[in-house]
């Protein structure tokens, strides 16, 4: 069975302190993973996919990285509204991509402090 | 575009009760799911359907019903509603292909079983 872990549970970080998130998966094949950002009272929403071992994708302060076990999320220079809930996912079970569903990590609490 | 809908926000049962937790989404998604978000626990998906008229079971399933009879709507049935069903329900939907982890997530519903 996927298995998705996510580190540290919480972390609080001074604005413009930057620092790492990971995920830790143990996947049968690498099939995607995701990572999604979560405010407090509101849905997940999408960040990135990455889907090859070395691969990376950004998007403002914010870059994924993948390795053949883990995935990092880096934030650079971070700042107050940044502050969320950030959950990286792989697919359940045998389709591609996460056709029936995905398994989510607990997800990483995220405080940036003015 | 609305994205996803979701209906009701907030509702209080006893146990016993039955009720559906409405989802709709304007975006010609072929893929919805529903997932429940409980502290500690993570998203855990409920139930998917890949397409009107295809339904399948998540990782928790028991005491839940769907059924996906257009490609815009997406309703979750408690049957009978219990207090292991306090928690906050999101609907989601997605492309299909390599796109079908991007998930669009609804704001969620929130129930509490008495």
């Known amino acids: 069975e996927d298995q998705v872990t996510q580190s540290p549970e919480a972390l609080r970080l001074q604005e413009g302190e930057s620092s790492s998130l990971n995920c830790s998966y143990t996947v049968s094949g690498l099939r995607g993973l995701f990572w999604y950002r979560q405010d407090p009272g509101k849905g997940p929403e999408f960040l990135f996919t990455?889907?090859?071992a070395g691969e990376e994708k950004e998007k403002e302060r914010l870059k994924a990285t993948l390795t053949k076990k883990e995935s990092f999320l880096h934030i650079t220079a971070p700042k107050p509204e940044d502050s969320a809930t950030y959950l990286c996912a792989v697919p359940r079970m045998y389709s591609g991509g996460g056709a029936d569903g995905l398994t989510f990590g607990k997800g990483t609490h995220l405080i940036i402090q003015p | 575009n609305a994205g996803v809908t979701q209906t009701p926000k907030f509702q209080v049962l006893k146990t016993g009760q039955s009720m559906t937790l409405q989802c709709a989404q304007d975006?010609?998604?072929?893929?919805m799911s529903w997932y429940r978000q409980d502290p500690g626990m993570g998203l855990r998906l409920i139930h998917y359907?890949?397409?009107?008229?295809?339904?399948d079971q998540g990782e928790v399933p028991n005491g839940y019903n769907v059924s996906r009879s257009t490609t815009e709507d997406f309703p979750l049935r408690l049957l009978s509603a219990a207090p292991s069903q306090t928690s906050v329900y999101f609907c989601?939907?997605?492309?299909?292909?390599?796109?079908?982890?991007?998930?669009?997530f609804g704001e969620g519903s929130r129930l509490t079983v008495l």
């Open positions: 989601a939907s997605s492309y299909s292909g390599r796109r079908a982890g991007e998930l669009f």
């Open positions: 975006m010609n998604h072929e893929y």
């Open positions: 990455l889907y090859s």
């Open positions: 359907s890949v397409g009107a008229g295809i339904t």
